[in-house]
């Protein structure tokens, strides 16, 4: 998960922290679903925001994954 949000765009350090409180909160079906919706929101390193994030991710349709990654980003966003 780390990797596909860095390539995602999210700077590698947020991407840590955020993969790892998804890897703890959400299924393997579900972090599988985020996974083929990264694949089609690759961007440079540094230049999403997390309101593209959120648009992007909100294609999963599951409300309890885009919670996970509102609260992750949260928790992550900013502290780097």
Do not use: H
């Not at 929101?41 to 509102?70: E, M, N």
């Amino acid at each position: 998960m780390r990797a596909a949000l860095t390539d995602a765009g999210v700077p590698p350090k947020t991407a840590a922290c955020m993969a790892d409180i998804m890897a703890e909160d959400l299924s393997t079906a579900q972090l599988r679903a985020l996974a083929e919706v990264a694949d089609t929101a690759r961007a440079p390193v540094g230049s999403i925001t997390l309101d593209q994030a959120l648009k992007t991710l909100r294609t999963v349709g599951d409300p309890t994954t885009i919670g996970v990654i509102a609260l992750a980003s949260t928790r992550c966003v900013g502290r780097f």
